[in-house]
């Protein structure tokens, strides 16, 4: 596994970011369609989780394989079809939607599609533009007391520690502090808003299903399909200095 990967993309490219795909190819296209997507000049980064639940599971990846315009970070289903030959978590329970991957891609596929996928994916992406940092990792940063952490000590820690590395896939902690309605069974006590994470200007994030896309400070979280069968782009506006959700 990668840990960490920086991309610097020049002023002219037009920076797209999309939530959980899960195989929802038509949704994806359509919103490529919709923003007039160059695959010559635009970058779409995946927020994670390109596989399992969708019906179209094979030509997301496929395409995501096809074009280096498409970059992405590693989620907690890829993650689980990437060790699949190492344990059977993924594969005995069916609420992670592994039946439709497994179905649609072959078994004997899936070695092939792990080796592509992990060499155009990373645990953590940093997309330099116009000045700007974006930090891409797929669960979020976790909550540690309020207190303000650090872009290049997260990335430290990430290479080093094998349980962190876990809970970037996973964690919900900021949503449940700061967005308890979403998460009453999680909650915790937290503040107004989330620690600054310093060194980085946004944090894009998918993984937890939400109605809307939502956004305190420098965090963005994109994940929607499931909620509204409709996939969220974030788009950085390098002429108006400004993020914008489509």
């Known amino acids: 596994m990668k840990i ?46 390109l596989v399992d639940r969708g019906k179209e ?3 997301v990846l496929d ?11 590693i989620g907690n289903h890829d993650n ?3 060790n699949a030959f190492k344990d059977d978590i993924w594969i005995k329970d069916e609420r992670n939607g ?19 996928m992990l060499s155009k994916m990373s645990l953590i992406l940093e997309i330099e533009q116009n000045g700007k940092k974006f930090g891409v990792i ?11 952490q650090e872009w290049h000590k997260i990335i430290k820690k990430a290479k080093r520690n094998k349980s962190y590395r876990m809970n970037l896939m996973w964690d919900r902690s900021v949503l449940a502090a700061f967005k308890p309605e979403l998460m009453p069974s999680k909650r ?30 420098q965090r963005y979280y994109i994940d929607t399909f499931s909620k509204k ?18």
């Open 57 to 59: 599971i094979k030509q």
């Open 4 to 49: 960490y990967y920086k991309i610097k993309a020049g002023n002219e490219t037009r920076v797209f970011f999309v939530g959980d795909v899960h195989g929802e190819y038509s949704s994806l296209i359509n919103k490529l369609e919709k923003v007039n997507f160059d695959k010559k000049k635009d970058l779409l980064v995946f927020v994670g989780d």
């Open 138 to 148: 797929h669960a979020g940063v976790p909550f540690d007391n309020n207190k303000p």
């Open 98 to 116: 592994s039946h439709q991957t497994v179905g649609q891609l072959g078994w004997k596929n899936l070695k092939k599609y792990n080796k592509k």
């Open 229 to 246: 069968e409709d996939l969220t782009f974030l788009f950085y506006n390098v002429k108006e200095n400004r993020m914008e959700l489509i």
């Open 188 to 217: 915790i006590n937290g503040d107004l808003m989330p620690p600054q994470v310093k060194g980085v200007d946004y944090l894009i994030h998918g993984h937890t299903t939400l109605p809307v896309a939502e956004n305190f400070d």
């Open 80 to 82: 689980y079809m990437f």
């Open 63 to 73: 395409l995501f394989l096809e074009y280096e315009c498409f970059v992405g970070v």
